[in-house]
């Protein structure tokens, strides 16, 4: 048995969750579900970031204190993350004892070693980004908010692991994914790298975490936020969980995180001598025309809206199966209507409507019997039994989306099958032959239904339920001969347009 130890970033909790959160989260439970469907261990955390001057400033926004905006934005990410059946492991919120403890306990060790050191810092500071940016950084125009800041700090000795990391992103290629990252990460550290600020005079920004050496200055926020990858897993509390889980499998983040997690990250672990993250995984962004879609694109649709009307796991579908890992996707509700009526109504949908309505009406709503397979059961059988070998290395390769297109051309090859063989018509001169075909593509079914579980748990859980096929697994002949089909609503429905 495998451990596997999966990440999202912790959202802050300056405003309500919107889709590129739910996206990630999504994505983490569905390897999650995965992982788990091969009898690995899975911990899978999650949580909120409440630290910082973004959290401090949308409290002060609400007339709030920080901590009671927190508290009142927390349930919000929680329920969603529960209406998307999103099943974590831990969920964390930065401003809880056990976390802040070790951020102490993580500052003095640094410290002690000689990794901080209390400098002279002025320079240009974003306040939007939370972070101080070169002048080429400010030059680009990307940057809003930024201020010229002179003032004494706490800095790590980032620079001093430059060559080390260097030396690690070239020696594991799997270290930082997928490829075109990680070669921006080696461009960027062609030039030097400077030492990280990490600490802010209180009387600029007291909503952190206070430094335990000097009692004037709170940590940084994303020294303290990126500590909760080992905080959690019980780093400085709890020696024999943190042996089991640590090192991360993989650090799941947007491709806006990435130096963060590839460069603070690395070097903060150098420098207490920890091992690093399997893998940082950067995904794209989920635009909107050429905007990232956000919370403040305010009132056009939004994949989260479309929850109510159809339903979770069609969202979850369409965002796992629309986005291909590593690149940005564009969401559009042609793409959402398309993507679900050609997979789930067409493919998926029609063949549960397909064997069911036949099993009803020519085999007394009853599994028939697969008698002796001919040649055509034999090839379906023989693809079902490939589809292990063709899922689990890409899904090991994040390519999640290719994966899900893996199942759905094997419901495809199941309704050609259907087609060429024509049960209707074999019923009415050979009804065992009829029974054969219904069997072999209920089966295919249900071996597709427990593929894209991880995706779409509740409906196919349904799908599972018709079948009396509740707890089997992806092996062929698992379908019960004698099962009486359950009754069922239309679970795929299309997705009907009007026409203009
Ligand atoms: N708090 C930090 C992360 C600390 S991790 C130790 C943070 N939080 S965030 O709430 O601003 O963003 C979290 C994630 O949401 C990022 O990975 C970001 O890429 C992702 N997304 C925000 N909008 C997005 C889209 N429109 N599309 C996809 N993901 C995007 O950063």
Same mark, same amino acid.
């Given at each position: ?420 063989? &024509? =049960?209707?018509?074999? $019923? @009415? #001169? ?11 593509? %209920?089966? !295919? ?7 894209? &579980? =991880?995706?779409?748990? $509740? @409906? #196919? ?11 089997? %697994?992806? !092996? ?25």
């Amino acid at each position: 048995m495998h451990k596997f130890f999966i990440t999202t970033p912790i959202y802050y909790v300056n405003d309500a969750p919107h889709v590129g959160h739910a996206y990630t989260t999504i994505l983490a439970d569905v390897l999650s579900r995965f992982h788990r469907m091969a009898a690995d261990e899975v911990f899978f955390l999650t949580g909120l970031d409440e630290h910082g001057q973004k959290v401090k400033q949308a409290a002060q926004k609400q007339g709030l204190d920080p901590q009671a905006h927190a508290d009142l934005l927390a349930p919000r990410f929680i329920n969603l993350w529960k209406k998307l059946d999103i099943r974590y492991d831990d969920f964390v919120r930065t401003t809880q004892r056990r976390h802040t403890r070790v951020v102490q306990g993580v500052m003095q060790k640094v410290y002690d070693a000689g990794d901080i050191y209390l400098g002279e810092y002025q320079g240009l500071y974003s306040v939007a980004e939370e972070r101080f940016i070169t002048e080429t950084e400010h030059a680009s125009g990307q940057f809003r908010d930024v201020k010229n800041i002179q003032e004494k700090n706490y800095f790590f000795k980032m620079s001093k692991y430059q060559d080390r990391l260097m030396a690690h992103i070239q020696a594991n290629p799997d270290f930082i994914q997928p490829e075109h990252r990680r070669n921006e990460m080696l461009g960027f550290l062609k030039q030097p790298l400077g030492d990280l600020c990490i600490s802010r005079p209180k009387a600029r920004m007291d909503w952190g975490i206070e430094i335990p050496f000097d009692h004037a200055y709170v940590t940084y926020v994303w020294f303290d936020a990126l500590i909760n990858y080992i905080s959690i897993p019980g780093y400085l509390s709890d020696e024999q969980k943190f042996k089991k889980w640590w090192p991360a499998d993989v650090h799941l983040i947007g491709k806006d995180i990435l130096t963060t997690h590839s460069v603070y990250w690395p070097t903060m672990l150098f420098a207490l001598g920890l091992p690093l993250p399997k893998t940082i995984f950067a995904h794209g962004w989920w635009l909107m025309g050429e905007s990232k879609m956000s919370k403040s694109l305010g009132n056009v649709v939004n994949p989260l809206d479309l929850m109510e009307q159809y339903g979770v796991d069609t969202v979850r579908y369409y965002l796992m199966r629309e986005m291909v890992l590593g690149q940005d996707a564009n969401f559009t509700i042609e793409s959402f209507i398309k993507g679900v009526n050609s997979d789930l109504a067409n493919d998926f949908g029609n063949l549960l409507n397909r064997v069911s309505g036949l099993i009803g009406k020519n085999h007394a709503k009853t599994v028939p019997d697969p008698g002796q397979l001919t040649a055509a059961e034999e090839q379906v059988k023989q693809q079902a039994l490939l589809l292990p070998g063709l899922i689990q290395p890409l899904v090991s390769a994040y390519k999640v989306q290719e994966a899900i297109l893996t199942v759905i051309d094997f419901v495809k090859l199941l309704n050609k099958y259907l087609e060429a063989q &024509a =049960p209707w018509k074999l $019923a @009415k #001169t050979d009804l065992p032959a009829a029974g054969r075909v219904l069997y072999t593509a %209920t089966e !295919g079914l249900r071996i597709a239904a427990i593929w894209l &579980a =991880p995706v779409m748990p $509740a @409906k #196919t859980a349904a799908v599972l339920s018709i079948l009396g096929a509740e707890g089997t %697994t992806a !092996g062929w002949g698992q379908l019960k001969p004698g099962t009486v089909l359950k009754e069922h609503p239309p679970l795929f429905p299309r997705i009907e347009v009007a026409k203009e």
